[in-house]
């Protein structure tokens, strides 16, 4: 039997740059008509042998996370509408909210689970968790899982 594929969500700071670029060079190939596998490495600064070897082994977190279910841990203050605002963000970007757990707040700060729904009318998820990072009063993000 062939070995089980593990996958990893990182953060884009803690991908290496080879990688980075290869992500780059496979968006240019799919945005522009008539560039060759060729140019798209050459203006991203990459080699075509390195761009082969890893094409199939990333994908931004947005391509892959279409149609299936995500589950994210907060840490946030205990404030009037900050639970809200937070809804709001996910539910205006097209994602569907599936479940939603709080805990008692401890310290004026609460602990949230959420589990969401990415749909193909979703906008880019990693741009959505980076709105809700950036939400005053919000602490902490993390990506439990994704299903």
Sequence with gaps: MGKESKYFVLREKAVPEVLLKVVEAKKLLDTERDITIQEATERVGLSRSSFYKYKDDIFPFSDNARGKTVTLVLQMNDEPGLLSQVLKTIAESGANILT????????????????????????????????????????????????
């Design 100 to 147: 939603i757990h709080q805990t008692i707040p401890i310290n004026g700060v609460a602990s949230l689970t959420l589990s969401i729904e990415i749909r193909e009318t979703t906008d880019d998820i990693s741009k959505v968790i980076s709105m809700i990072e950036a939400t005053q009063g919000v602490h902490y993000l993390k990506i439990l899982a994704g299903e």
